[in-house]
């Protein structure tokens, strides 16, 4: 938050205020090196600062990711007045997730989709998400600070449109706001981060929904992995069905780490078009890129 209370201890400040969880830019070392007394410390702190010491205040902090806390625990010297904490510490961040629930079947309610995260840094040093530990640990009705934000995702005003959704994991959220054309989902595990597939399952019976899920972890060892740019490549000719002779219009919802995802659906599309739209591979590029300039993709 951009407000603090007027009055406040310094552990509620650390608790719900001040990030020391964060990894330390350079202008932390320059002011910590004010306040360490040891004469080694000061040395190693000078020589991260310096302009020579540039690749080497990498290699110790954010190649490892190490967290503020870490860099003071290391620095044990250090004493920091009070009046200088918000200049070392900045604000903990908001965490903004999608909206998983429709007010028309929840009214009243937000539902998440949150994926806990816990991994290890190239130190071996076992790390958890701040705000997902903290949802985690909470009982039910418990009470949360929350803000809300206007959704990125527009869905066409003619129901008819048909509306092609892509998502993996979390990603997924987002597509519980109405009914669809077609979903492609993507998770590691049938068993495992199949979010809503019940639902998904009901709705492809119920309300002729075409769902498509790749599981890339479940194939046999040695096997090539399939994402849901494998199966789009699969259904081309739907593909350019619905996207191009339907003129409908597709939604890529990427949660965290997209990595290579969004270029490869692209290319799914693209290749669609090209074997059943008669474009020439150029063309095809271009039919994709004016999807994107008429709103007709992200």
Known sequence: PTIYPKIVSLRILFTRYLDFNAVPRRSFFQLLRYFATDELERENLDEFVSKEGADEMYDYCQRVKRTTWEVLSEFRSARIPRAYVFGLFPSLRSREFSIASSIELH????????????????????????????????????????????????????????????????????????????????CRSAHKDQHYYKEWESHAKE????????????????????????????????????????RGILINVISGSSNKMPTA??????????????????????????????GRTD
């Open 107 to 186: 009214p009243r309610e937000i539902h998440l989709c949150v994926a806990i995260v816990r991994y290890r840094t190239k130190l071996k040093i076992h790390r958890k998400g701040v705000c997902t530990s903290y949802l985690s640990g909470r009982s039910a009705w418990h009470t949360l600070r929350i803000g809300l934000r206007k959704g990125f995702i527009s869905l066409p005003m003619d129901p008819n449109t048909p509306v092609v959704w892509v998502g993996p994991g979390t990603g997924i959220a987002p597509m519980r706001i109405a009914c669809h054309t077609t979903l492609y989902f993507g």
């Open 207 to 246: 309300r002729n929904l075409r769902y498509r899920v790749a599981c890339s972890r479940d194939g046999p060892e040695g096997v090539k992995r399939t994402y849901v740019q494998d199966l789009m490549k699969e259904d081309a000719r739907y593909i350019w069905t619905m996207l191009g002779q339907q």
């Open 265 to 294: 659906v692209r290319e799914a599309v693209r290749g669609a078009v090209e074997r059943f739209g008669g474009r020439s591979n150029t063309e095809a590029v271009e039919y994709v890129a004016a999807m994107e300039r008429e």
